[in-house]
C-alpha cells in the first residue's frame, strides 16, 4: 500500500524555496510507493496541529508556477522548534503521522529545521515507525554545513540574495555617482547576523574593483574609529564612497530582538547598524562637503523575484528531487546535498550527507577571504560565488500587468484526531 508524504518548510523562506517544493512534487509522480503529497501548513506548526494542504490535488499550472513564485506563501514556513523537552509535541507528530499514513517526511530549511528532521527521525525508529525523514537545505546565509565545503558547497537562496545585491550596488553606484556633491557616501545595511556571505556578494557588482566600494561583514574586526578613517580615505581618493554594512557588524547594543530559535533579528531593531554607521561618520565629519546616509534592506533581499538566480531556481528544484529520491528508496536520516565538481567550469553534482552532521551546524566565512584591511573580500570569494547568480536576468509571467504567482486551491486532508495547541504555544498564552 502507498503511503503519503509531508513536505514541510522553516525558517526565512527565500526566491527559490517553493522551487524545492516544486522538484518535490514532480519528483514523488516518479515513485509508486509515495501516495499523496501533502504540505504542512506552515512547517512543523501545520504537522502539530494537522493542517495539511493537499498537493496532489492542486492543478499542474500551479505547481509550474511555484518556479517564479517566492518566499513561502504557498505552503508558508514557521520559526516555531521542537526542543527536546517537548515530549507531547514529538508524540503528537507521530500520532498525526500515523493518522495520515505519512512514510515520508522532507523538511526543507536551514540549520535548526535539519535538527528538527534528525529528531523526528530518530523518534520515528524509537517508536517502531517506518518513516523516511529527509532534509532539504535551504537559507539565504549560506550557513548550513561546514567551512571547508565539503557537506554542502552552498545553499539554495543565496544565490539570488547574493544576485539581488548584485544589482542593488550597482544601482546604489550610480545613485552615489550623481548625488555626490551633497551625499558623498551612501550606506547600505544587508542581512547576515552572524556570517558575511550576504554583503560579501556586494563586490560580484565591481569585480574589478573600480567603484569606491567597501564591504564591512560581521567577522571584520573593524572598528567604527576605524572604518571612519577608511571611509574617509576613499572619500579623498574618489570623492566618494560605497558603503555595504552586515546587520552584525558590531557597533555596539542596537536594541537587536531574538526570534524563538534564539536567532537575532537586527532588522527589527528600532536602531539599525546602518543608521549607527551614519550617525558615527556625519558627527565625526567626513573628507568633503555634504553628509552621509543610508538605505537598509529589509525582506526584499530575500523575496525580490525579478532578482533570483536561474542556476539558484534549478538547483533548488534538483535538490527537491533528490530528497524524493532518497526517502523514496528508504535512505532515511540524510539531507539532499549539492557539491561542487572541480575544475573551471562550473558544474556540481547532487547527494546525500547525514542529519546528524549538518543538524545545528554553523558554517563560519572563511578567513582568508577577507582583506587584510577588514573593508572588502579577495578574488577567491568571486571565484565562489559569481556562478550562483547566473548570467541572465529570469523572465517572468505576467497578466495585466502584475506577476501571476502560484495559487493553491485550499483543499486539506481530512482531521482524524481532537484540536491540539503546540506547548511553546500553550507556555506562551499562560504567561510562560
Given at each position: 500500500?502507498?503511503?503519503?508524504?509531508?513536505?514541510?518548510?522553516?525558517?526565512?523562506?527565500?526566491?527559490?524555496?517553493?522551487?524545492?517544493?516544486?522538484?518535490?512534487?514532480d519528483?514523488?509522480?516518479?515513485?509508486?510507493?509515495?501516495?499523496?503529497?501533502?504540505?504542512?501548513?506552515?512547517?512543523?506548526?501545520?504537522?502539530?496541529?494537522?493542517?495539511l494542504?493537499?498537493?496532489?490535488?492542486?492543478?499542474?499550472?500551479?505547481?509550474?508556477?511555484?518556479?517564479?513564485?517566492?518566499?513561502?506563501?504557498?505552503?508558508?514556513?514557521?520559526?516555531?522548534?521542537?526542543?527536546?523537552?517537548?515530549?507531547?509535541?514529538?508524540?503528537?507528530v507521530?500520532?498525526?503521522?500515523?493518522?495520515?499514513?505519512?512514510?515520508?517526511?522532507?523538511?526543507?530549511?536551514?540549520?535548526?529545521?535539519?535538527?528538527?528532521?534528525?529528531?523526528?527521525?530518530?523518534l520515528?525508529?524509537?517508536?517502531?515507525?517506518?518513516?523516511?525523514?529527509?532534509?532539504?537545505?535551504?537559507?539565504?546565509?549560506?550557513?548550513?554545513?561546514?567551512?571547508?565545503?565539503?557537506?554542502?558547497?552552498?545553499?539554495?537562496?543565496?544565490?539570488?540574495?547574493?544576485?539581488y545585491?548584485?544589482?542593488?550596488?550597482?544601482?546604489?553606484?550610480?545613485?552615489?555617482?550623481?548625488?555626490?556633491?551633497?551625499?558623498p557616501?551612501?550606506?547600505?545595511?544587508?542581512?547576515?547576523?552572524?556570517?558575511?556571505?550576504?554583503?560579501?556578494?556586494?563586490?560580484?557588482?565591481?569585480?574589478?574593483?573600480?567603484?569606491?566600494?567597501?564591504?564591512?561583514?560581521?567577522?571584520?574586526?573593524?572598528?567604527?574609529?576605524?572604518?571612519?578613517?577608511?571611509?574617509?580615505?576613499?572619500?579623498?581618493?574618489?570623492?566618494?564612497?560605497?558603503v555595504?554594512?552586515?546587520?552584525?557588524?558590531?557597533?555596539?547594543?542596537?536594541?537587536?530582538?531574538?526570534?524563538?530559535?534564539?536567532?537575532?533579528?537586527?532588522?527589527?531593531?528600532?536602531?539599525?547598524?546602518?543608521?549607527?554607521v551614519?550617525?558615527?561618520?556625519?558627527?565625526?565629519?567626513?573628507?568633503?562637503?555634504?553628509?552621509?546616509?543610508?538605505?537598509?534592506?529589509?525582506?526584499?533581499?530575500?523575496?525580490?523575484?525579478?532578482?533570483?538566480?536561474?542556476?539558484?531556481?534549478?538547483?533548488?528544484?534538483?535538490?527537491?528531487?533528490?530528497?524524493?529520491?532518497?526517502?523514496?528508496?528508504?535512505?532515511?536520516?540524510?539531507m539532499?546535498?549539492?557539491?561542487?565538481?572541480?575544475?573551471?567550469?562550473?558544474?556540481v553534482?547532487y547527494?546525500?550527507?547525514?542529519?546528524?552532521?549538518?543538524?545545528?551546524?554553523?558554517?563560519?566565512?572563511?578567513?582568508?577571504?577577507?582583506t587584510?584591511?577588514?573593508?572588502?573580500?579577495?578574488?577567491?570569494?568571486?571565484?565562489?560565488?559569481?556562478?550562483l547568480?547566473?548570467?541572465?536576468?529570469?523572465?517572468?509571467?505576467?497578466?495585466?500587468?502584475?506577476?501571476?504567482?502560484?495559487?493553491?486551491?485550499?483543499?486539506?486532508?481530512?482531521?482524524?484526531?481532537?484540536?491540539?495547541?503546540?506547548e511553546?504555544?500553550?507556555?506562551?498564552?499562560?504567561?510562560?
Amino acid at each position: 500500500m502507498a503511503e503519503n508524504l509531508v513536505i514541510a518548510q522553516s525558517g526565512g523562506p527565500t526566491c527559490v524555496i517553493n522551487s524545492s517544493l516544486r522538484g518535490v512534487i514532480d519528483a514523488a509522480r516518479s515513485y509508486g510507493a509515495i501516495g499523496k503529497v501533502y504540505g504542512a501548513c506552515h512547517g512543523i506548526e501545520g504537522v502539530l496541529k494537522e493542517e495539511l494542504l493537499d498537493l496532489s490535488a492542486q492543478p499542474e499550472e500551479e505547481i509550474a508556477l511555484l518556479r517564479y513564485t517566492p518566499v513561502a506563501g504557498s505552503i508558508g514556513t514557521c520559526r516555531y522548534k521542537l526542543k527536546s523537552h517537548q515530549k507531547e509535541d514529538f508524540k503528537r507528530v507521530i500520532d498525526v503521522f500515523k493518522a495520515h499514513n505519512i512514510g515520508y517526511f522532507l523538511y526543507n530549511g536551514g540549520n535548526d529545521s535539519m535538527d528538527t528532521a534528525y529528531k523526528i527521525a530518530e523518534l520515528a525508529k524509537a517508536e517502531g515507525l517506518e518513516l523516511r525523514a529527509v532534509g532539504v537545505p535551504k537559507t539565504i546565509d549560506n550557513d548550513v554545513g561546514d567551512s571547508e565545503f565539503k557537506l554542502v558547497d552552498h545553499t539554495p537562496g543565496y544565490g539570488s540574495t547574493a544576485k539581488y545585491w548584485t544589482h542593488t550596488v550597482q544601482y546604489a553606484n550610480e545613485e552615489n555617482r550623481g548625488s555626490s556633491p551633497a551625499d558623498p557616501v551612501l550606506v547600505l545595511q544587508a542581512m547576515g547576523r552572524k556570517i558575511g556571505f550576504i554583503p560579501a556578494a556586494a563586490r560580484l557588482a565591481d569585480p574589478n574593483r573600480e567603484m569606491p566600494l567597501l564591504i564591512y561583514m560581521a567577522e571584520s574586526s573593524v572598528s567604527l574609529e576605524e572604518l571612519a578613517d577608511q571611509v574617509n580615505a576613499k572619500v579623498r581618493e574618489a570623492g566618494r564612497a560605497l558603503v555595504v554594512v552586515s546587520e552584525g557588524f558590531n557597533v555596539g547594543d542596537v536594541g537587536a530582538v531574538k526570534d524563538s530559535f534564539g536567532h537575532t533579528h537586527f532588522g527589527a531593531s528600532k536602531i539599525t547598524v546602518a543608521q549607527t554607521v551614519v550617525n558615527y561618520l556625519n558627527g565625526k565629519g567626513l573628507a568633503a562637503k555634504g553628509a552621509a546616509r543610508c538605505n537598509v534592506a529589509g525582506t526584499d533581499q530575500r523575496h525580490s523575484m525579478a532578482y533570483a538566480s536561474i542556476v539558484d531556481l534549478d538547483e533548488a528544484y534538483a535538490l527537491g528531487q533528490k530528497a524524493v529520491e532518497l526517502a523514496a528508496t528508504d535512505q532515511s536520516g540524510y539531507m539532499s546535498t549539492i557539491l561542487r565538481q572541480p575544475g573551471a567550469v562550473y558544474s556540481v553534482r547532487y547527494d546525500k550527507v547525514p542529519l546528524k552532521e549538518v543538524a545545528n551546524s554553523e558554517r563560519t566565512f572563511p578567513k582568508a577571504w577577507i582583506t587584510s584591511e577588514g573593508n572588502d573580500v579577495t578574488d577567491d570569494f568571486l571565484r565562489y560565488a559569481k556562478p550562483l547568480i547566473g548570467q541572465e536576468m529570469l523572465t517572468l509571467p505576467m497578466e495585466n500587468g502584475i506577476q501571476r504567482l502560484a495559487r493553491f486551491a485550499p483543499v486539506y486532508a481530512e482531521k482524524k484526531l481532537a484540536p491540539y495547541m503546540p506547548e511553546a504555544d500553550r507556555r506562551q498564552s499562560a504567561g510562560g
